[in-house]
């Protein structure tokens, strides 16, 4: 179990965390900071600053109310479909690839792509916004033309590591993978 | 090369037997099916393997030995391992476990190196010699397992020499030797994955390099026969598997399964009938006269009759369900027909009680005529000087008069009526019985009766309108000089002659100054076309989604979410190092919204193929629009 301290693209600190199950199958974790407490007060105070401003124009309680519901609802659906925890790959030698996300609120979506679907893991340039980052993808190929690169599937897309993250991560996955054919 | 076994959760602490699975084809692995205990005879076994190999299409085979050594056994190992010359195999695996320890042990042996079983152990108490014997090491070449850890009882008994190595020594031998095979435990629950489909469903057979998974759950969900063998039947095999405890069933699903089967009958006979009669009506000359076929092809009731009755024929056709795309199709549309009766029984209860009935009846009428006063005041303003603009009075009359007298005659229509409208609506509401579906189709199908003059309002206004553009567009051609060449489909200039252009110029001076009262005209009543056609598009949609939404499936979804599969997930059981790996496969399920879309039932409804701008474009010109055809089922 080997942690490191990374940053991803935008400057937040994240967290790598490779563990080695077998010399074919491997896993790394990436993980997110959590929300910190002053942004989720902000947030709040701030929606509800706004509805009683509009509440001593209007005098209607439903103002509050609305704005209270809406805090809270905005709030649960952030946390259970937005805010990623943690991202895994998990890498088995001859069966193939899975990556799973966690998110906040816990629910965890989970998804493999077998060996005989996937062409190559590589580390692919993308231009973002005013920026080109690195991302690591796994390359799918199609079956009835095994040369040719029928879609991508980016990882860690919601925690976005640096590229010496990325190399480690592809190093690792690269030795699996050119062990088992 | 890491070699996969499959292993059923079941199993795990199954006592010694034999090993019974596939190997997978194109594939470097294996399930394991069921354990069959010792003590057996081996003929009745091959037999036993040959008798379900020609029930289930699967080709099964002894993988090997499995030893869950309890006190009293001591001389199992030897057996079982001896059992490999019974069993010729080209690879017989060896699996065992200690009591109390998580990891298995195994050890490949290969038909090539007979009884050469070449274990290699880390010591981890280091007890043994660590002598190592290299020319065994280039024999067993190609044959190797890598194993960690001692059979704890065979170490004594062992004929052949051991090799205990430390992590460095394997490390070199990793070098030094060409192949090594790594094995790879992973777990699964038997039931769960008998049970599940992996979407998308492929109907085809699979050949060898498609994918492993997809192999490994159609072997398990064929090898249902092999599961009927539990432990209380009195036969001379033992085994273990999901289903050894006993076969479970439920006592409702078989009650109506064999309930199913004179309904079936009845159902089909019942409906051989009614085509009987159909046929007989389509036969005959004087239901010939009448346009039978086109009004019921306009009327959503009777599409509506016509697909449910498809369905209800292919429901009781005593066949039963080949393949799991069938099955779930004949369920849905079952459980979307009791819920369609069970809404329309609702329905009729809250019509029927209370005096419901009449009090709409009552209400009938009244809106009927107050709709069209407003539509009569509608077109007084229209004949008046409607927004500010000043129309053509001639015109405007001519046009405001015609319509007066239809809504007029539409009046007193609709006051002919007012006595029978509260029977009209009672037996009406009897086929909500039939299913809301059927409820809603007929409200559809009145409310465009009772507004059928407001379309032919939109009609007249429409033709109106067009004639008015066309002419209006040709002329303005005429008037700069030029000319549709229809043969080129493009404008071409032309020379007219003076009293061509003297009396086009004339037509279109006329056209021109008329255009806004038709084009105004033409607004109104689109709009309210417009209108109508929304609020049958609504009850449309409505009775789309009872017919097309698959209820079966989203149940299933929620209820036993393992058998509708869209892949599997992995996760860690025992990663020891001296142990193999051991994974847990479980069953990731299909989402929500897959599920529909997927098992969608198919309808007749087609939705209009053209986009906003194309509709927004005949408007424009002056077509006429449908936007909801229907697509007819032939039922004969």
Redesign the interface.
């Known amino acids: 179990m080997e942690g490191e301290s990374f940053t991803d693209i935008n400057g937040t600190p994240i967290f790598l965390d490779c563990q080695s199950h077998s010399t074919f199958c491997r896993e790394f974790t990436v993980t997110s900071p959590k929300v910190p407490v002053t942004k989720v007060i902000v947030f709040t105070c701030s929606i509800w600053l706004l509805a009683y401003a509009v509440f001593l124009f209007t005098e209607d309680t439903v103002v509050l109310t609305s704005a209270i519901l809406i805090t809270l609802v905005s709030m649960m659906l952030y946390v259970h479909l937005v805010k990623v925890e943690q991202e895994t790959l998990f890498i088995i030698g001859s069966l193939g690839v899975q990556m799973s996300s966690s998110y906040a609120s816990g629910r965890e979506t989970t998804t493999f792509i077998e060996l005989n679907k996937i062409k190559d893991i590589v580390i692919n340039e993308a231009i973002y916004m005013h920026q080109i980052i690195y991302y690591l993808c796994v390359l799918l190929k199609d079956p009835s033309d095994p040369d040719a690169v029928s879609s991508v599937v980016p990882l860690f897309q919601s925690s976005k590591p640096r590229l010496n993250c990325l190399m480690k991560v592809y190093r690792s996955c690269q030795e699996i993978l050119s062990k088992c054919p | 090369?890491?070699l996969?076994i499959f292993y059923p959760q079941c199993c795990n602490l199954a006592n010694s037997g034999l090993l019974i699975g596939s190997w997978i084809q194109g594939h470097?692995s294996a399930v394991v099916l069921a354990v069959v205990h010792y003590p057996f005879i081996p003929g009745q076994v091959k037999r036993y393997i040959q008798q379900i190999q020609a029930q289930s299409g699967v080709k099964l085979s002894v993988l090997g030995s499995w030893s869950l050594p309890s006190e009293a056994e001591k001389g199992v190992e030897n057996f079982l391992r001896d059992l490999r010359t019974i069993f010729p195999q080209d690879r017989w695996l060896q699996i065992s476990r200690k009591m109390g320890q998580t990891g298995f042990n195994c050890s490949i042996l290969d038909r090539s190196q007979p009884g050469k079983e070449a274990a290699q152990q880390k010591a981890t108490e280091d007890e043994d010699d660590e002598d190592n014997e290299d020319d065994e090491d280039e024999d067993d070449e190609d044959e190797d397992d890598e194993d960690e850890d001692e059979e704890e009882e065979t170490e004594e008994k062992k004929e052949e020499t051991e090799k205990e190595e430390t992590e460095k020594e394997e490390e070199k031998k990793e070098k030094e030797e060409t192949e090594k095979e790594?094995i790879?435990f992973?777990h699964y629950d038997q039931r769960n994955v008998m049970l599940s489909q992996l979407h998308p469903i492929q109907t085809e057979e699979l050949d060898p390099?498609?994918?492993?998974?997809r192999q490994v759950f159609q072997i398990v969900s064929l090898s249902q026969p092999l599961f009927l063998l539990d432990r209380y039947d009195d036969g001379p095999l033992k085994s273990t598997h999901w289903q050894s405890g006993g076969q479970e069933a439920s006592i409702i699903v078989e009650l109506l399964k064999m309930a199913s089967v004179p309904l079936c009958l009845t159902i089909s006979w019942f409906f051989s009938v009614w085509s009987r009669i159909c046929s007989f009506c389509s036969n005959s000359r004087l239901l010939h006269l009448l346009p039978l076929n086109f009004l019921c092809s306009k009327l959503s009731t009777c599409v509506q009759l016509s697909y449910r009755s498809d369905h209800l024929r292919a429901l009781s056709s005593p066949k039963t369900a080949v393949g799991h795309s069938e099955f779930m199709r004949k369920a849905n549309v079952l459980v979307s027909i009791l819920v369609d009766m069970a809404l329309g029984f609702l329905l009729m209860y809250w019509l029927y009680s209370d005096n419901h009935i009449s009090m709409l009846a009552n209400a009938l009428v009244p809106a009927a005529d107050h709709v069209a006063k407003e539509l009569e005041e509608l077109l007084q303003w229209l004949m008046g000087a409607p927004a500010g603009l000043k129309m053509n009075r001639a015109l405007d009359e001519v046009l405001g008069r015609f319509f007066l007298y239809h809504i007029h005659l539409w009046i007193s229509y609709i006051h002919l009526m007012s006595p029978f409208v509260e029977t009209i609506l009672w037996y009406g509401g009897l086929s909500a019985g039939l299913g809301l579906s059927f409820a809603l189709a007929l409200l559809s199908d009145m409310v465009a009766l009772l507004t059928f003059h407001i379309y032919c309002f939109y009609v007249y206004g429409a033709r109106l309108y067009c004639l008015k553009i066309y002419g209006l567009s040709s002329l303005w051609r005429l008037f700069r000089g030029k000319k549709w060449n229809v043969l080129r489909q493009r404008v071409d200039s032309c020379s007219y002659d003076l009293d061509q252009l003297f009396i086009g110029t004339l037509l279109f001076t006329i056209l021109l100054f008329l255009f806004p009262t038709t084009a105004l005209y033409y607004l109104v009543f689109t709009l309210l076309r417009l209108l109508v056609v929304v609020l049958q598009g609504i009850l449309h949609l409505t009775v789309d989604l009872i017919n097309s939404l698959p209820l079966f499936a989203v149940a299933l979804r929620l209820t036993r979410f393992y058998r509708l599969a869209e892949?599997?997930?992995?996760s860690?059981l025992c990663?020891e190092p001296d142990t193999p790996?051991h994974?847990l496969m479980e069953i990731?399920p299909l989402s929500c919204a897959s599920v529909i879309k997927t098992y969608r039932t198919p309808t007749y409804s087609c939705y209009p193929k053209d986009s906003w701008t194309n509709l927004v474009k005949k408007l424009f010109v002056g077509e006429l629009i449908y936007p909801w055809k229907h697509k007819t089922i032939k039922t004969d």
Request: zero cysteines; a neutral charge; aromatic letters at 4%.
């Open positions: 090369m890491v996969k470097n790594k790879l992973v390099s498609d994918s492993e998974l892949g599997v997930k992995f860690v990663d790996l994974l990731n």
